[in-house]
């Protein structure tokens, strides 16, 4: 579910709540393939495995990874489309 009003200075929210490995990685990848380099992807996920595997792929696709924040939800993830 993607939010229709994203936070200011955020491009896309996409909400990975209640989807597990490898489905918020996926999400993520289609959600940044549709954005323009320097945009901004909040990604939202309660998966424990989506932590590090947000942060090795960041890594691996050169996107940066800008904060991580945990919440009473679960992880909120801010990502910026590199190139």
């Known amino acids: 579910m993607v939010d229709a009003d994203p936070p200011e200075g955020i491009k896309e929210t996409l909400d990975c709540i209640g989807l597990y490995c490898p489905m918020p990685v996926l999400k993520t990848r289609e959600a940044i393939d549709k954005l323009e380099p ?8 309660d998966d424990a495995a989506a932590e590090e595997d947000m942060k090795a ?11 991580l924040e945990k919440t009473s939800d679960g992880i909120r993830f801010l990502i910026q489309k590199t190139k």
Do not use: C, F, H
């Open 38 to 45: 320097g945009d901004v992807l909040e990604m939202l996920a």
């Open 57 to 67: 792929w960041a890594k691996r696709t050169g996107n940066k990874l800008l904060s």
